[in-house]
């Protein structure tokens, strides 16, 4: 018997969803990704413009997108207001990462919407279990943006798959209908795709940092706090990001507690950093992608994208190699 996921993502033509990554989930790119036949998502921040989040939510549910949006757990623990704000516009799907909330959780259940946990090692999985959502985002180190580095998306999306009957999405490198089709043949039902969708057409992500990721290679992205140090972020110190190494990593990663101290004496560095975000200055302002970022050569829009993942299927029977 299929779960409400499984049946959500039956009815789909292609079963990934763009990933819900603030900074480059908007409404554009969540739209033309539920239109070309996936999940759109939007990507919530910790604190979120609530006006525009809920004008995002409403053109969707009038479009008649099929769409969802992410949450920060540990920011919805301080306010339940962006939560409430996109409910309101009756999701498809709703992801929570990053922490535990159980009023979130509530309010999730008390509507239709399809609930799915992030989780990033074997702790958090055994906390999605026991909780019993309706999907597991099984999130692997090589994946862009925040989370845990403790493995590896290919060994934890089969540790999962022995570990609970709930239905699995891969998230981490996942970049290619063959990348796709390599998950769904080791236990998932479909993929949460980052750092492909983050260059497409519809994407927030300025066309600087489009190329910064058209450029990257094997090898250039780290896993760091050392951007949200100078931020003062409220990043929860266990969950670093993967971004495009830069000037900025490449002098403070490794030396994150003399950065904390600088941060903690002067402004100048959280100034320099808010400005660099701001005018697009990627020599210091992080870019965050995954490892899936050395396999992407182009912008394509949204809907070139889900139709080229379509063809997983024939990766999947041996039709091609």
Known sequence: MMNALSTLLAAREVPVFNASMAGAAGVELASAVGAAG???MLGVTGTPD???L???GERLHNDGAVWGAGFLSFALERDMAPLHAVLAHQPAVVSLGFGGCDDAITAIR???????AQVGNADELEQAADARVDGIIVRGSEAGGHGRNDIGALPFLQLAAQHTDIPLVAAGGVTTPRGLAAV???GAVGAWVGTRFAVATESQFPDAARQRVIDAQCGDTVYTRVFDIAQRSSWPPHY???AL???FSDTWHGREDDLERQVAATDVITADM???RASSRFDVGPIYAGEGSAMITRVETAAEIVDDFASYRDYLHGSRF
């Open 240 to 242: 670093g990001g993967r």
């Open 110 to 116: 008390e509507t239709p919407a399809v609930l799915l």
């Open 38 to 40: 996936g999940i759109g």
């Open 50 to 52: 609530l006006s525009m």
């Open 54 to 56: 809920s004008r995002s």
């Open 184 to 186: 769904i043949a080791a």
């Open 245 to 247: 190494s830069n000037e």
């Open 274 to 276: 808010n400005d660099a």
